[in-house]
C-alpha cells in the first residue's frame, strides 16, 4: 500500500522533472534521459559562458591597445579532450611558433593537429589534447593566460 506522503514526493518529483525538461528543451520522456539532457544543457551552457568570457577579454584588450591590428589575439576553445587554439597577429612574427609550441609541452598539451601560417601574418591554429599522465587538468583560461604570457615574453625578447 502506497503512503499518500510517498504519492505527493513522487507527484512533487514528476513536477520537477517536467520543469527540468521543458526548461532544457527536451523530449526525453524517462527519468535518466531526462537528467541526461540536462546535464548536457549545462554543459553546452558552460561552454558558451567561456566563449563569451574570452570574447569579452579579446574586445577589452583590443579596446585598451590602439595596434590591436598588430598585437596577436588569442581565443582559446575548450573541446571534450583538449583544447582549439587560435593565435593571430596582422604582423609576422618569427620564433613566436617556437614559443607556443614549447608552452603547449610545459602546459602537457599535445599537439594533435596544427595549422600555421607565418608569411606576412602570424596564424596559428591547434589542437591540443591533454597529455593522459598528467593528472593537473587545465582549463581554458589557464591555457590562455600562459599563451599571453609568452607573446609577452618573446614581443620583449625581440625589442
Not at 520522456?29 to 551552457?45: F, G, H, Q, R, T
Not at 593537429?113 to 591554429?125: G, I, K, M, N, P
Amino acid at each position: 500500500m502506497v503512503s499518500r506522503e510517498q504519492m505527493k514526493r513522487e507527484a512533487l518529483l514528476h513536477d520537477k522533472l517536467q520543469l527540468l525538461r521543458s526548461i532544457t528543451h527536451s523530449h526525453a520522456m524517462n527519468e535518466p534521459s531526462i537528467v541526461l539532457d540536462a546535464s548536457k544543457y549545462i554543459k553546452e551552457l558552460k561552454q558558451k559562458v567561456e566563449r563569451l568570457s574570452e570574447e569579452i577579454a579579446t574586445a577589452e584588450s583590443s579596446s585598451i591597445h590602439q595596434n590591436s591590428n598588430l598585437r596577436p589575439r588569442v581565443t582559446v576553445e575548450t573541446l571534450e579532450k583538449g583544447f582549439l587554439v587560435n593565435v593571430h597577429s596582422g604582423k609576422s612574427c618569427p620564433g613566436l611558433l617556437v614559443s607556443i609550441l614549447t608552452t603547449f609541452e610545459e602546459l602537457g598539451l599535445n599537439v594533435l593537429e596544427a595549422r600555421v601560417s607565418c608569411a606576412d601574418t602570424f596564424h596559428l591554429q591547434a589542437l591540443g589534447g591533454e597529455n593522459e599522465e598528467d593528472e593537473e587538468n587545465i582549463n581554458a583560461q589557464t591555457v590562455k593566460r600562459a599563451i599571453w604570457n609568452t607573446i609577452k615574453n618573446w614581443s620583449e625578447s625581440i625589442e
